[in-house]
Every structure is written in structure tokens, then in C-alpha cells.
């Protein structure tokens, strides 16, 4: 299961890390008289955070800490309306060093004594064994199938069906195999009753209502498969994923939307944000608000709602 941590857990949590970057942020953390009350049922949703073992680090003109320095004070401000935090992979810098996992937890500290659930999903330039010796001793897996990080978090108006797309040995393709694809479609028959979202790391090999198939070669290996299970069940509304560094929305043929998570650490394209998404779960759907790391960027704030199929 993607590392998991609520209030009960974060002492034992926190004993587990060894060293650097232990409380890189907390200074950073706004005051209660500062915050900004956000609807309940709000998830904020990052990916591809690649926090390196140097934490002034700089890739394509950005600073992956510092990024993600802002991102947590802004998450922070939504005050306690904020459900809980998912990453969707990549949380290392390029091969999972225990030295980038000790980083990213210094830096998502502040989110743990800020009384949130944070969930991590497992991304190509991610290591599930430093990952587990070095953040994740205090939480063993539970539910998905062996040596896979999935995960099923129940909300008031949506389930969130979280998957381990790395596939190790492949630097850039993932690959979520048939043992995980079974959980995921047991999973979604025991709770045919709410929307359903599923979220991995890597994109789809499927081509979109409108647009064509992005670079098919790094994507999913098993798309169809996924895209199988989920087309052929009705409660299964939006696909979420990063991967890419992109920011899009798009949709598949039966209405399912696709949600391409932009990157807090860095853009391939200039014209691409870098950020992270706040969802606010509705009964009918879901509202979506980009918070841009430049907040002159022309998409900052850039909404949009999810009409549920």
C-alpha cells in the first residue's frame, strides 16, 4: 500500500527516519490565524515531486525542494478542510536513493503534524525496498497483492483506488500485472456503490475521445487491461496520473476522464504549470482547482468540474 500517515502513526513515523532533512520545512508552516478554510472532501493531489538528495538541487531552471517547500505551506493554509494529500509517484529525484526518500519526508513532515493523511504512490524513478528500509518501517502492507503498493481509501462521495505502476528493471514504462489488476477489479465489486477513482502513476496507452495516444512507449504496458476493468464498471468515473509533467484533462470514448497531474518539481515545456491540483469532491462529480508554482502563470487557478458518466 502507498505509505500511509495518519495522527496515530506519525511518532512511530518519524522514529523510523534516519537523519537529513528531518525538519527542513516546519518553520515554513503558516499560523492557524493565517489559514484558509477549504470545503470538506478536499484532496490535494501532486506528482512527480523528484526531491534529490541535495536539497538545493536545480533541474530545468527549478528547485525541486523549494517547490515542494511551497506546495506543502500552501496545502498547509486550506486549513483543516483538507482530507488528506496523495502523490502520485516519482517522489525520488531519479533512483530512489534513501538519501531523496529522507528529503521528501522532511519535507512532507509539516503535512503530518498538520493533521493530514498523506498517501504516496510508487513511480518509475521510485525504489520500493530503500523506500520501505527508509520511510515506510512503521506501516506494513496490507491488502493488495505481494510486493505492490495499492490502496483503498473510502471517502463521503468517492473511493480512491490506488496502484503501484512501477515496474522495476524499466526505466521509464510501467506495468501493472494481472495479480494487481485482479485486486483492483475485486476491490471495485465490493464497492459498486460510490464513485470510483482510480489513481496510478504512469498514463494510458489508449487513444482519447478527442487527441491521439502521448508517447505510447512510455506509458502503461498493460493500459488496455486497466482500461478493461474499468470501462466494463459503471461506478469507475475518472483515471488520475502523472508521469508525463503535463497538465491535461481529457476523456475516454465512455466518459471516463483522464487527469494528467501536473509536476511540482519541473516542466518538460515551457508552456506546461508546474503544481498541484486541489479535488473537491462533489455527489455528482468532481472540482478541480490548479495552484500553479508560478503564480503568474496563465493556467494558475485554472478550474474545472468533473461531470461523472
Excluded at 483538507?82 to 512532507?108: E, P, Q
Excluded at 482519447?208 to 498493460?222: C, F, N, Q, T, V
Amino acid at each position: 500500500m502507498p505509505l500511509e500517515l495518519g495522527n496515530l502513526n506519525r511518532r512511530r513515523f518519524f522514529a523510523g527516519i534516519a537523519g537529513a532533512g528531518a525538519s527542513w520545512l516546519g518553520r515554513q508552516a503558516l499560523s492557524a490565524a493565517e489559514a484558509i478554510e477549504a470545503p470538506g472532501g478536499t484532496w490535494a493531489l501532486l506528482s512527480d515531486t523528484h526531491i534529490p538528495a541535495d536539497l538545493g538541487e536545480r533541474h530545468r531552471g527549478s528547485c525541486m525542494a523549494e517547490n515542494a517547500g511551497r506546495i506543502v505551506t500552501e496545502i498547509l493554509s486550506r486549513d483543516s478542510g483538507t482530507a488528506g494529500v496523495i502523490v502520485s509517484g516519482d517522489c525520488a529525484r531519479l533512483f530512489g536513493r534513501a538519501d531523496d526518500y529522507r528529503n521528501f519526508a522532511g519535507l512532507i513532515e509539516p503535512l503530518v503534524h498538520g493533521r493530514r493523511e498523506v498517501h504516496l504512490l510508487m513511480g518509475n524513478h521510485d525504489n520500493r525496498e530503500v523506500f520501505a528500509d527508509t520511510c515506510a518501517t512503521a506501516f506494513p502492507d496490507r491488502g493488495g497483492p505481494t510486493g505492490r503498493r495499492t490502496a483503498f481509501l473510502p471517502s463521503e462521495h468517492l473511493n480512491w483506488f490506488l496502484l503501484d505502476s512501477l515496474e522495476e528493471g524499466t526505466p521509464v514504462a510501467g506495468r501493472l500485472g494481472r495479480e494487481q489488476l485482479d485486486w483492483l477489479a475485486a476491490a471495485l465489486d465490493r464497492h459498486p456503490d460510490k464513485p470510483a477513482v482510480v489513481m496510478a502513476h504512469h498514463h494510458l496507452k489508449i487513444r482519447p475521445e478527442r487527441g491521439g495516444i502521448y508517447k505510447p512507449m512510455s506509458a502503461l504496458r498493460d493500459s488496455a487491461e486497466l482500461h478493461e476493468v474499468m470501462k466494463s464498471r459503471p461506478q469507475v468515473k475518472a483515471y488520475f496520473y502523472g508521469h508525463t509533467h503535463r497538465w491535461e484533462i481529457g476523456r475516454t470514448r465512455e466518459g471516463i476522464h483522464l487527469v494528467n497531474l501536473p509536476s511540482s518539481a519541473y516542466v518538460f515545456e515551457a508552456s506546461q504549470p508546474g503544481g498541484w491540483v486541489e479535488a473537491t469532491a462533489r455527489e455528482d462529480g468532481l472540482d478541480l482547482v490548479l495552484h500553479s508554482v508560478n503564480p503568474l502563470h496563465r493556467a494558475h487557478g485554472e478550474r474545472h468540474r468533473l461531470r461523472w458518466r
